[in-house]
């Protein structure tokens, strides 16, 4: 009784500490944003090759805020997913930071920090609708917090702690500063200050990002087949929807190593690896040109000739054979980026 009245003592004071003011302090009413960082504020953003490019009949939930990503890719037709072939750019999850590189009225064009490309040395770019962004005093003064790490596909951010009051149904990898971790729920804090709860087990705590433990390559299999079955979404970088490179990256991110966001420039860096010394966790690169011409799609060897991957819209996340023919003639290479043990 004495250790569940502590408990409660604590989040009553950590309730009583952010309600009250974490709402003064959303920040994206500034007009001029441009050069300026902001935080994601919707499950997952998603970015755009240009701010006209969206269509408003169709992908309305996704440029809300909050967003509806299940609304959106289940009432999707095939021929409307694979309209989004060339017309997105990448997904940045909630609470992650961005550089407002340029604005359109509503829309902003940005640069995720934490995916990196040649296109931009900040990182990723593409525009997205600048309510789905936002800042607080709290957040950005949260820098070497505990983090959380959402480890299962999706889990729920709460407004009261245990499950209870259910608010925004967030992606594997985001990651939220530790207010306070109890054994079966956390308080965090979310980008506009406010406190938010998770369950415990739908999350780890490291003391900084830094903490995240290097995975073997067994383990990085075992975390991407969590999202067998998960649909295809083009530029899709969360537990919603993947594609090929987005699954590779986010996997790999949510284990501690930062990778490319693309297949081409992941096809450059890390270790190269010979096909006939190929071990579980490494990336296989598939090219045109029966494997000459250029890189465009990305698989993870699962071990004993199988490989994971985000194939195409028509698919989901699944196995193959790293025999399988269309495959196994546009076969270019391979790269390991899993550290040494």
């Known amino acids: 009784m004495r ?9 009553a004071m950590l309730m009583g500490m952010f309600t009250n003011t974490a709402s003064a302090e959303k920040g994206t009413a500034d007009t001029n944003v441009i050069g300026k960082d902001l935080y994601v504020d919707v499950a997952a953003a998603t970015l755009w090759s240009n701010p006209d490019a969206a269509r408003d009949d169709v ?3 996704s440029l809300s805020n909050p967003v509806d990503l299940r609304g959106w890719t289940t ?3 095939y021929e409307q ?4 072939v060339g017309e997105l750019e990448t997904q940045a999850l909630y609470g992650q930071k961005v550089r407002v590189l340029e604005q ?3 829309w902003v064009k940005v640069a995720v920090y934490g995916q990196p490309t040649p296109r931009n040395e900040l990182g990723y770019p593409g525009w997205m609708p600048l309510r789905q962004l936002t800042t607080s005093e709290r957040f950005e003064g949260a820098d070497g917090k505990p983090v959380a790490l959402i480890t299962s596909p999706t889990a729920w951010l709460s407004k009261a702690p245990f499950g209870h009051k259910q608010d ?7 990651r939220l500063p530790v207010l306070k971790a109890f054994r079966h729920t956390i308080a965090v804090l979310t980008p506009e200050g406010k406190v938010r709860w998770l369950e415990a087990k739908d999350a780890k705590v490291y003391k900084s990002e830094n903490d995240i433990p290097a995975p073997t390559g067994e383990q990085l299999v075992e975390e991407a087949k969590k999202f067998l079955g998960l649909p295809y979404l083009w530029a899709g970088a969360a537990g919603f929807g993947f594609d090929c490179s987005g699954f590779t990256h986010t996997v790999h991110k949510a284990n501690g190593i930062t990778i ?11 270790l190269i690896v010979n096909k006939d010394q190929l071990q579980p966790g490494d990336l296989m690169f598939f090219a045109y040109d029966e494997g000459k011409g250029r890189v465009h799609h990305v698989a993870m060897y699962a071990g004993n000739g199988m490989m994971i991957h985000s194939p195409n819209t028509a698919s989901t996340v699944r196995m193959d054979p790293i025999s399988t023919p269309a495959y196994a003639v546009e076969f270019s290479g391979a790269r390991r980026y899993v550290p040494e043990q």
């Open 104 to 106: 359109q009225g509503e």
């Open 75 to 77: 009432n999707m037709s």
């Open 81 to 84: 997913k694979l309209w989004l």
């Open 3 to 11: 250790k569940l009245m502590k408990v409660l003592f604590s989040l």
């Open 59 to 61: 992908d309305g939930p």
């Open 168 to 174: 925004l149904e967030l992606s594997y990898n985001t």
């Open 260 to 270: 490319p966001r693309d297949s081409g420039p992941q096809s450059k860096e890390g």
